[in-house]
């Protein structure tokens, strides 16, 4: 069984709100490691709905500071003092967000936490590692939006392949050969037959990756960071029909979304960030379609796995 | 037909959030005049999905500064400016409130509003008439918490009785003695007879009221400012079984809100702002109901009218 890879929508409106859409937020789930994006207004409600353990989530990515991707953060820091939390909480965000956050605790007068926030500033300049761990790296890249703004890249690391169980017995493989093994050496018997590495081993599952756009126009820049990502989700705050108001405002399209997917050759395109104007984000999808069949348009409470 | 009064919960949770409930707000309709009383993060989703129009809410009332019931401002001025408002916003509110919410208007750089927001600061040591018209007055008085807190009480004015047609036709009633005998008198006719004023008019509505009482303790003092209400919402974090723990944060138990609607003789009760420990607070209402029969568990996307 594959260990899991997977995007729970929280939330997909973009500024305002709709009687069925959340402003931005979701969670994903890389090997049981929680990782929030983005903390729109009503995120720790929509935690509770769709049984996600607060005290799972110890990384949270703002994209930017446009007050639909984080008016919900100071509730889910609040949520997490009730909750007694005491481990770090590691927030990666415009700097400034530390300011504004540590003036609202300031004056709730919430004293001492009983954990410590942790700011990391983001690089709006360039692509950048943001986390590294022996599972996965994340990595910001600069969006074009009308304030500072980044994406992020979730990417598994390479796993080493599985020495195959009947292999291990009927050579019988003395276990200080198997590191040898699993970086690929052949095996010598002890009748002296050389048995190739590819009889030896089970070869580990493709990295799986998931990139977030949002908000962004459409940007050609973030081609070679998202590369070959298995699934993408990309704003898409309008039709073509409104390009004028997308480009003015620094957003995207469908059809924009979808050119990005197919020239970067992702495996799976999500449309999210719809302008509450479109009562049904049909008219965006299909849009999409037209150009890369393997889009979807999110919805709340969604999970997307992550295949290769 | 009777104009309306009625109160739509949008949120009725304490702090923690749930998966079911929102934190505190609701909006009252007086008369066609709609007031938001709290602000809870979620708010802006729950007028949409209640479809008020957000344009008719121009009076806010925020009872104290604990984040449960005012996080959902600054998400709701927002979204106010990208409606395109320019009438002021009113906001009754502790003078504390200007300042957060003038820091975060300047952080987001969203530069002139394009309407005022008018802070009216409330006075936590005496009740105070905070909002008088034609048709109602509202007062805020003390309630009994951590922090300073306010409850409100909405109370229609005395209306005039209307003149019976069939008074005007048959008595031939000149226009000049209409407000006379709205007033009281009785009417002389041209005949000579005396024709009291019981017979001319038909008696105005009782005007309806309702008090809004979160978050507080147990607190005799408001019975005299609530007395004859004919809808109270007092809150009702707890049960008794979690007596101490109510005591401790300044809340109160389902037997004491019962109480209090008791003593003070309101017409019905209802409950909310319940702790996230409890899935249904029927443990809550039925301690209520054995002291107060009338008593409700309100529910997000419920309304609930004000009769007499």
């Known amino acids: 069984m594959q260990m899991p890879f997977q995007l729970t929508i929280l939330g997909s409106s973009s500024a305002m709100p709709t009687s069925k859409r959340y402003p931005t937020a979701q969670v994903l789930n890389v090997l049981g490691r929680f ?64 300011r504004y956050t540590q003036f609202q605790l300031d004056f709730l007068t919430m004293g001492e936490l009983g954990f410590r926030l942790v700011f990391h500033p983001l690089n709006f300049k360039k692509a950048q590692v943001i986390f590294d761990d022996e599972k996965l790296t994340i990595t910001s890249f600069p969006l074009k939006h009308r304030i500072s703004c980044c994406g992020f890249l979730f990417r598994e690391k390479e796993k080493e392949p599985n020495i195959k169980k009947e292999a291990l017995k009927s050579y019988r493989i003395p276990i200080r050969e198997i590191k040898n093994i699993k970086a690929g050496a052949d095996f010598l018997t002890e009748e002296g037959a050389i048995i190739p590495n590819h009889e030896l081993v089970i070869p580990p599952a493709k990295p799986r990756s998931f990139a977030f756009c949002s908000d962004t126009a459409y940007h050609e820049k973030i081609i070679p960071v998202i590369q070959g990502a298995d699934l993408l989700y990309h704003e898409a705050t309008f039709a073509e029909s409104e390009k004028a108001m997308a480009k003015t405002t620094f957003h995207s399209t469908g059809k924009e979304a979808a050119l990005i997917a197919q020239k970067a050759q992702v495996g799976k395109l999500l449309l999210g960030h719809f302008s509450a104007r479109y009562k049904d984000p049909e008219v965006i999808l299909n849009e999409a379609t037209a150009i ?17």
Do not use: M, W
């Open 35 to 98: 990782f929030l994006i983005d903390c729109g207004e009503g995120t720790q409600h929509q935690i509770r709905k769709n049984k996600i353990g607060f005290g799972r989530l110890d990384h949270i990515f703002i994209s930017h500071l446009h007050g639909d991707h984080f008016f919900g953060l100071i509730g889910f820091i609040s949520t997490q003092v009730l909750l007694g939390r005491t481990k770090d909480l590691h927030i990666y965000a415009h700097s400034e967000l530390q």
């Open 292 to 308: 890369f069949p393997e889009t979807y348009a999110v919805e709340e409470d969604q999970v997307y796995v992550v295949v290769r």
